[in-house]
């Protein structure tokens, strides 16, 4: 099972992008999908995250009020809607997903990359000011 990430490009500071993640492969059912993303130079961090059965949602302060991550359940994929983008929003973004049938995460854990262990290939954001 790979997880396919779309939608990265380059956008105005103000602007919008939208990506998209999926599954590809054989079924694969996550408890928890996530977006990090990595910056030049910088470590990967925790963008958002939605628990796949109960919709809730966790953020990182920098993107709340500006992203929004959704699922589409039909396609098993997870979106992250981007608006108002930044130029400090410019990053390549991975998605991530925990296999369902591990341990529940408690909340402190889904900020953690070593939470999850499907990854994306990653798809570049970059923001002009």
């Known amino acids: 099972v790979q997880l396919q990430a779309s939608g990265g490009g380059l956008a105005q500071a103000g602007g919008s992008l939208r990506l998209s993640c999926a599954p590809s492969?054989?079924?694969?059912?996550?408890?928890?999908m996530a977006w990090f993303r990595q910056a030049p130079g910088k470590e990967r961090e925790f963008v958002a995250a939605?628990?796949?059965?109960?919709?809730?949602?966790f953020y990182a302060d920098s993107v709340k009020g500006r992203f929004t991550i959704s699922r589409d359940y039909a396609e098993s994929s997870v979106l992250l809607q981007m608006n108002l983008l930044q130029s400090e929003d410019t990053a390549v973004y991975y998605c991530?997903?925990?296999?369902?049938?591990?341990?529940?995460?408690?909340?402190?854990?889904?900020?953690?990359?070593?939470?999850?262990?499907?990854w994306g290939q990653g798809t570049l954001v970059t923001v002009s000011s």
């Open positions: 991530a997903a925990r296999d369902s049938g591990r341990n529940r995460m408690i909340n402190s854990q889904i900020r953690v990359q070593g939470g999850y262990e499907k």
């Open positions: 939605i628990r796949w059965r109960e919709r809730t949602t």
């Open positions: 492969g054989r079924t694969f059912s996550s408890s928890v």
